[in-house]
């Protein structure tokens, strides 16, 4: 299939189908965006998952890894700064950095003028990790995004963006 190859029908289209054959009037249009979307990101979590466990870590520790390699030198940030990087709770971020200092992959530093400030900081070991495994990620994602040209891939950055701002417009609460 070429990269301007949009496949005739996949599993959405059946589900789509079979829903009008059984109950016409419910309208499952929704279906076709957020169904492939959901497929799409089952298999991207695998995808993603088989890189992540060549170097044994996984996509939590990633993210706070990542989040702190980022950041630039000297590659610390308070937990308050890692959970609004990641939308994680304080306490979710305290448990993920509790993980990677046992690992050896980041140190706390305690703020020097404020005490009760606590930083969490890369260790060389950490660096060297997530430089090596963010190398493996984004080659594995372009490979994911090989089929699709750069301006569908600009399009479709647009449209999810809009996406999740409709989603978090319109949450029940």
Do not use: C
Request: charged share 30%; proline share 2%.
């Amino acid at each position: 299939m070429g990269r301007d190859t949009v496949p005739e029908r996949d599993a959405v289209d059946d589900i789509v189908s079979q829903w009008a054959r059984e109950w016409p009037d419910l309208n499952v249009t929704p279906l076709e965006v957020l169904g492939r979307l959901h497929r799409t990101y089952l298999r991207y979590q695998s995808a993603i998952g088989r890189i992540f466990d060549e170097y044994d870590i996984n996509m939590a520790s990633f993210d706070v890894l990542a989040a702190l390699r980022r950041a630039g030198e000297p590659y610390s940030m308070t937990s308050g700064q890692l959970a609004e990087s990641s939308l994680v709770t304080t306490g979710g971020i305290t448990l993920r950095i509790d993980r990677l200092e046992k690992a050896g992959l980041v140190r706390r530093e305690r703020d020097a003028d404020d005490r009760r400030i606590v930083h969490a900081e890369l260790t060389d070991a950490g660096k060297k990790l997530v430089d090596a495994v963010a190398v493996a990620h984004f080659e594995n994602e372009t490979r994911m995004l090989a089929e699709m040209s750069t301006d569908d891939q600009v399009e479709l950055a647009g449209l999810l963006r809009k996406l999740e701002h409709s989603i978090m417009r319109n949450e029940r609460g």
